[in-house]
């Protein structure tokens, strides 16, 4: 999301400077520029505290026999929020009925077959030194919008910093040419600049319009933080019925990026460069490609932040507020729905690990990972025959009389390459430029020349980031490259001109790709399983 940089790069940044400029015009114009989404009048207001709901009987709770055992799997963002609200909702119910802690809601396992916590929030450090500042491979920042995130992170006293991506300048790069630049100094003169320089070519009314719908968006977002709306709406059983009663349904998931931008007002270029810059940035996608949803949250950058230290600290955070069981490197293997006296659902989780009882049932399981992706290509033959419906990802193996390969959920295959050098910019050659050229340390790209004519070679990767210095002072910079291939040892001597003295690359199945989407896999799957990454084809953060 390095959008929110170039917007604040084409800010006006104080009233001195406002009173010195004599046009009227101008001064209307910049400042619909400088207004950053995050600054915007429109934007969700967000209570400091919590509802409370009132107090009411409980009588299933009171009548419970024994303690509910719950299983998670996957240890990621939503795995780790699982546990951290069911474990509070607990508290909260046992303080209600008048029961000791651990009375109604007992262990919470969770189970990743990875050796860490935060799924697809992890960091690595330069040269494997732990005393480097370390980087994230894949999710870096999250937003003001994102309640839940910045609360947690106060809770756990963790220290929020701001991205430092973007602060030697932005350039918006089709495979041939920079469309846009923004100044590689920072400066009152060259934000003034920067924002003249932009309403040259993307004119006065599409950033205003970009900011209206975008914090549309985000107002209908707000309302899941609203417990009084909750309340009201009940439990939604589908993600169909989830979307739409907050008014981002099909209406968002059935338009393209493209065709919504447009029909917003916001101008072609505008549309193609600035709004494909963010989409390829942060979902690989681009504007033609992409559900209206997905390009709307790709520039809701309002308030930007990183945790210190890894944003993966949060979802640690979570685990251990809610004392949860974890099961880390091991592979679940198969969930065997069993036979209770009451009727009500229990299940055997079996495991790659003989460390791991897998005779004590539990009594709900949260899946929260994706279904294609774990040993379900093997198959959960103990659950297959229990499914009341279908799910999309389910490999071709379980239901072979069902589905086909093309109907389960696709995820982005995303190539990163981290590396260091002692170069503070990109070299100019790599662009075609004169070697007195100062490139910006933030290249975002763009597909949509090389739509419109076929002999315009794409653009090779979707961003490049140069990320400060691994130790302070060193003189050694990180670079980030995400790119849908392979990014050839001789690319990298040409962007830098020299060999990196570290480099680091990583493959995985980094976001879903978020093409227009109409129906979603099930919830809950079985009675007592509920599968939390349903929701990803919607909009994953």
Not at 80 to 91: D, E, I
Not at 153 to 172: M, Q, R, S, V
Not at 329 to 357: C, H, K, M, W, Y
């Amino acid at each position: 999301m390095q959008l929110e940089v170039l917007l604040q790069r084409l800010a006006i940044q104080s009233r001195r400077t406002r009173i010195a400029l004599v046009s009227l015009v101008f001064l209307f114009v910049a400042g619909l520029l400088s207004t950053p989404f995050y600054k915007s009048r429109s934007h969700p207001h967000f209570p400091e505290e919590d509802y409370t709901y009132p107090a009411a009987p409980h009588h299933g709770a009171i009548m419970q026999d024994r303690p509910k055992r719950v299983a998670i799997i996957g240890a990621g963002a939503s795995g780790s929020a699982a546990a951290f609200f069911m474990r509070r909702a607990g508290r909260i119910m046992e303080q209600r009925i008048g029961v000791l802690e651990g009375r109604l809601l007992g262990e919470i396992v969770v189970f990743d077959r990875e050796d860490y916590v935060g799924g697809r929030s992890t960091t690595v450090y330069p040269h494997s030194d732990t005393r480097a500042r370390p980087v994230e491979l894949g999710a870096s920042i999250f937003v003001e919008a994102n309640r839940h995130m910045i609360k947690a992170a106060k809770l756990f006293n963790l220290t929020t910093i701001n991205p430092d991506f973007g602060e030697a300048g932005i350039g918006i790069w089709d495979g041939r040419e920079f469309l846009f630049t923004t100044s590689t100094s920072l400066s009152w003169f060259s934000s003034w600049w920067d924002a003249f320089g932009a309403l040259r070519r993307y004119g006065i009314m599409s950033p205003y319009r970009s900011s209206s719908a975008v914090n549309a968006l985000l107002a209908k977002f707000a309302t899941l933080y609203d417990p009084l709306f909750v309340s009201e709406k009940g439990v939604a059983r589908s993600i169909e019925a989830f979307t739409e009663r907050v008014g981002l349904g099909q209406e968002l998931t059935m338009r393209r990026g493209q065709d919504w931008a447009l029909g917003n007002g916001m101008g072609q270029e505008w549309m193609g460069e600035i709004m494909e810059g963010s989409t390829r940035c942060n979902y690989a996608a681009n504007m033609d490609d992409i559900h209206a949803l997905g390009a709307g949250v790709s520039m809701a950058t309002g308030g930007a932040k990183a945790i210190e230290g890894g944003n993966w600290q949060v979802f640690e955070g979570m685990l251990k507020h809610s004392k949860a069981l974890l099961q880390l490197g091991t592979e679940v293997t198969d969930i065997l729905p069993l036979t209770s006296g009451t009727g009500a659902p229990l299940f055997q989780v079996r495991t790659n690990s003989s460390s791991v009882d897998d005779d004590m049932p539990f009594d709900q399981i949260f899946y929260a990972s994706p279904w294609y992706s774990s040993p379900k290509d093997l198959g959960f033959r103990g659950l297959s025959s229990h499914l009341l419906q279908p799910i999309p990802f389910v490999p071709l193996s379980m239901l072979e009389d069902v589905l086909t390969r093309s109907s389960r959920q696709k995820y982005v295959h995303l190539h990163v390459t981290l590396l260091t050098t002692s170069r503070p910019h990109p070299l100019p050659s790599f662009f075609g430029l004169s070697d007195d050229t100062i490139v910006p340390t933030t290249i975002l790209t763009t597909g949509i020349t090389s739509r419109s004519e076929s002999a315009h070679p794409p653009p090779r990767f979707q961003s490049i980031t140069w990320h400060g210095e691994t130790f302070p002072g060193s003189g050694e910079y990180v670079v980030k490259i995400f790119s849908m291939t392979y990014v050839k040892d001789r690319i990298l001597r040409n962007l830098i001109g020299e060999e990196p003295t570290w480099l680091l690359r990583k493959e995985w199945s980094s976001y879903p790709v978020l093409r227009p989407i109409s129906t979603y896999a099930p919830v809950e799957p079985v009675k007592g399983l509920q599968y939390l990454a349903a929701l990803e084809p919607w909009v994953s953060t």
